[in-house]
């Protein structure tokens, strides 16, 4: 009677186990509605775009006007972020594309960059207040005078990883030629979005969505009214 109780309760475990599993899974309904949501907000950066010519790159479909499009030659969403090496900024603890573990962000900047210095408050209060799912990394590169990186960043004591790119070695392989640009990238390593200038507080919240649904939504710049059928 003890060995068939044992065996009872060894299936009932079973059975708890494969239904927690099914029941973690997102439903149909639940993944068209994250898609939807997707799409909407899309929909918002793109018209933010065309309204003040900015342009964001995304694997599901570029947002903004042709005509506004930039990026570095060497960064494409849908391919690999090409191999980096960079540095902690007050340290010697190097940071690559080995030992760095996807997802996560990557803004580049820089402390004589008016954009740059507006969008830096936004992206940090947005770590500290713990909206980003994602780690972020500010990579200081074209750096005038590292003296005026270290006093702008002052200002920031929170929980920030800043690096730096040597000598703008990365910058230079990949062709980036102004700055902001921040860079989504996915459990894969491959590039997911891409903003090249300042964010806005809707291209971050674009952003944080597509980089925790990675693959989800869709947009087609040139039918923005409609929503694209999800692909199988």
Request: proline share 7%; charged share 20%; with cysteine.
């Amino acid at each position: 009677m003890a060995h068939l109780s044992l065996n009872l309760v060894k299936i009932l475990v079973v059975l708890l186990v494969a239904i927690s599993s099914i029941s973690s899974y997102p439903t149909t309904a639940q993944a068209q509605d994250k898609a939807t949501e997707i799409y909407k907000l899309a929909r918002q950066v793109h018209e933010q775009n065309l309204e003040y010519e900015g342009y964001t790159y995304w694997v599901l479909g570029d947002l903004g006007a042709p005509e506004n499009a930039q990026r570095p030659q060497g960064l494409k969403p849908g391919r690999k972020l090409p191999a980096f090496s960079f540095t902690e900024f007050d340290g010697t603890k190097k940071f690559t594309d080995k030992t760095l573990k996807p997802p996560y962000m990557i803004n580049f900047w820089a402390s004589w960059c008016v954009p740059c210095r507006l969008e830096f408050p936004m992206l940090s209060e947005a770590i500290e207040s713990g909206d980003l799912g994602v780690p972020v990394y500010f990579v200081n590169t074209g750096e005038l005078s590292k003296s005026d990186a270290r006093l702008f960043l002052l200002t920031y004591a929170g929980d920030i990883t800043v690096l730096t790119d040597s000598r703008s070695k990365f910058g230079n392989q990949v062709g980036l030629n102004f700055i902001p640009v921040t860079i989504v990238v996915d459990a894969d390593g491959n590039i997911q979005a891409l903003q090249p200038g300042g964010l806005t507080e809707l291209t971050l919240k674009f952003f944080e969505l597509i980089a925790a649904n990675p693959g989800v939504g869709g947009f087609d710049r040139n039918n923005p009214d409609k929503m694209p059928t999800p692909k199988n």
